[in-house]
């Protein structure tokens, strides 16, 4: 059983394991485009690099391959995205938090922004 963060903070409690949210909780972009991997370090394998964090990034693309079929045979969704994909997804997430800090919402149910 995880907790992220503790249950005392008024979060969920996750019921698996290590491996389990790992996979969950991350994702790998540009698999299998040796350019990508060379730019970022290897760091486009983010979940091979969490769960072998000192295995040496040259090994990312054969153990993702094997952490590929892992959680096929075992019902896990490995979450792997294009860079284009993985690109515009980041770009979408940092406009979010730039957005003003919604400080109330009215009885409308509509937030307002702050001043």
């Not at 693309?61 to 094997?66: C, D, G, H, I, K």
Request: proline share 6%; aromatic share 8%.
């Amino acid at each position: 059983m995880v907790q992220v963060p503790p249950a005392s903070q008024g979060r969920a409690t996750l019921p698996m394991g290590f491996l389990d949210l790992q996979v969950a909780t991350t994702a790998d972009f540009g698999r299998g485009n040796p350019f990508v991997t060379f730019l970022v370090g290897g760091l486009n394998y983010q979940t091979v690099h969490h769960l072998s964090p000192k295995v040496t990034h040259i090994h990312y693309p054969a153990l993702s391959r094997e952490l590929d079929a892992f959680c096929k045979e075992h019902g896990l969704e490995y979450r792997v995205q294009g860079t284009w994909s993985a690109i515009a997804s980041h770009d979408r997430h940092l406009r979010k938090l730039g957005r003003p800090v919604l400080e109330d919402v009215g009885a409308s149910g509509l937030a307002t922004s702050a001043a």
